[in-house]
């Protein structure tokens, strides 16, 4: 199991862990980022953060701090 | 029968609701365009009046905008709701859906852009759909307006939910109800990414990329203020002008004179209302192209990537991407960049982005700019773009110094979907273009030519109501005894702060009230070339016109933070126009004084670098604190 953050580009993975709390934690559920869910990474913004992941068909903007708290596995 | 319109942001809800009420609102492709709910009849059944909410991800609110949505469905009791699904995103679209069921509100399930996926090679069962949905799904084109029969007769029939996707205590579960929306898709769609999608993935490696992103944005930049100031506004703004001030004003001057009317009338209509209106009209042109490269840029998608790029810089401000976006549209007014900092969810991002919004010069603060850029830098280009790189360090630094000592909440989380790039549609490009000329023309007919006949009187009459002589006049002597306040900035004349003061009203009247106090605009008699660069950053930094003001007390939600964050604004305003007066002055003139302050400047900057540094490690040390912690319990586990 690794942090989200980690993932290399294009990597196809599966959300297995979910460490968030208040709102990020709510925004990223509703936007259906939940355990279970593939998850990949699709971009990484200039500065290195945020990063850019493919979540159920759409793109998804979350900064590192946040992927780190997400843990994800190989399917 | 009332009907709501309910969906994910960037479904495509707003243009359908316009396509079926023939209603002129605007489409952005950035969330949050509908701020505010909207409503309208439909145009083939004037007995349905549709209400357009707010997009939003779940019904559970998180943004206040979002709330709007909630508070609507629970006080209003629709009819029945409209639930735009984007069909080329289902599973995310019909989390909302799962949600709307549980209200027990008839819902229609719009499936808008099934033709988009039909192009990408896939088609969707509308029926099976339906069927394990318990409510009517119907498959609409919001673009080509088809599928509108089919959802007016079953938004009529007002079938309630026949069943429950979900039950009530699974929906407080996120990762459950995801569950059971995937399962019901099952069968229903051929899951694999659409074409467009991947169009949408290579832009992005270009727009997005290290190396490229940048100076790809500074491009856009340059080439909408290239474009728009620079062409457009210096052919069209001088000829304007010369129309309404020199052409229709000698015209009427000596229509007047004439027909023997007194001089102050002559003079009201000559000086007072033409040449203010003129000024502020002159520079409509510029102002419309602008606004026209933001309204693509927001149409297409763009405005979504700019967040995503940029949101690195502004989290050092505490701010994250999506203040960047006010920031852009506070280029042109800060009026809707106020209104549209609504989308960022936390509550003190959100004070600190109506706060700061409007540091980026509105289009009305231009004229200034290329006036006194003009006349005492007519060698230098980059005067006036320098004032935008003032401006957003005035926001970072303001922001920083915020965060490191005034920041009650934790760290702010930046979650944002990137929509899929789309042509943005010339119509409603031009419906909104011409919804913000009308503003602007009407603003110009009230505002404007009250505040110039206004200014006009304070400088024509003294006290007595007797025709004054220059320096005798109301607003002379209002700014004689306000001036000494301004004269560590370098200018404690009363025409420069008479000026200011008629820039409260409207930004534009800057110039025009210029124009008039300094006798047919010999704007040397009034600046020196430092006094000027100073008066700029003062009226660049200072607070916005009426109408931000306005938006900024509403969106504060009260006049005590409303007059912290003038505070803020105008100690800013001081505190930078006096750095740079004293800066340029040293600069051109005494090399001991420049050293000075030099040295203060870098003393208050070290200050500043390591407070935010103590208080930012604190801060790390903390959250680390925590997440190791969790780690180790979790190896245990395992």
Known sequence: MIRAKDMRLGEKMLVKEVRLSGDALKRTADMGLTVGAEISLAGIAPFGDPLL???RGFYMAVRKDVAADIFVSEK | MKVALVGNPNCGKTTLFNALTGMRQKVGNWTGVTVEKKSGFMLNDREVEIVDLPGTYSLESFSPEEAVTERFLENERPDCIINVADATNLERSLYLTAQLISKKIPVVVALNMADRLKASGLDIDA???SERL???????SARKKTGFAELTAAVKRKTPPRKEIVTPSELRSQ????K?????????????????SQITAVIDKIVCNKFLAFPIFALFIYLMYFVSIQTVGRFMSSRVEWFIADFLGGAAGEFLTARDASEWAVSLVVDGALSGVGAVLAFLPQVVTLYAFIAVLEGCGYMARVAFIMDAVFKSAGLTGKSFVPMIVG?????????????????EERSLTVTLAPFIPCSAKLPLFALLAGTFFPENPFIAPSMYLIGITAVILIGSFYNAFFRKGGESCFILEMPQYRLPKIRSVLLELWDKVKSFLIKTSTVILAASIVMWAL?????SFNRASLGTSILAEIGKAVAPVFAPLGFGN???VASAIAGIAAKENIVATLGVLSGNGAVETVFTPQSALSFMTFILLSSPCVAALHAMRVELGGIKPFLKAVAIQFSTAYAAAFLIYRLSLAYTANAKHFLIIVAIATVITVIVIIMRYIVRSVRLKRKTGTAESSVYSKAEKS
Not at chain 2, 134 to 140: H, K, P, Q, Y
Not at chain 2, 175 to 178: F, I
Not at chain 2, 332 to 346: D, K
């Open chain 1, 53 to 55: 992941f493919e979540v």
């Open chain 2, 127 to 129: 029926e099976k759909l």
């Open chain 2, 134 to 140: 318990g409510v009517d799904a119907v498959e609409v």
């Open chain 2, 175 to 178: 990762e459950r109800v995801y």
């Open chain 2, 180 to 196: 059971a929306v995937s399962a019901l898709l099952n069968g229903v769609i051929v899951k694999k990414p659409a074409k467009s």
């Open chain 2, 331 to 347: 280029c042109s007014c800060s009026v809707p960049a106020i209104t549209s900092a609504r989308t960022i969810e936390n509550p």
């Open chain 2, 459 to 463: 400088n024509y009459f003294d006290f």
């Open chain 2, 494 to 496: 009363w025409q420069a």
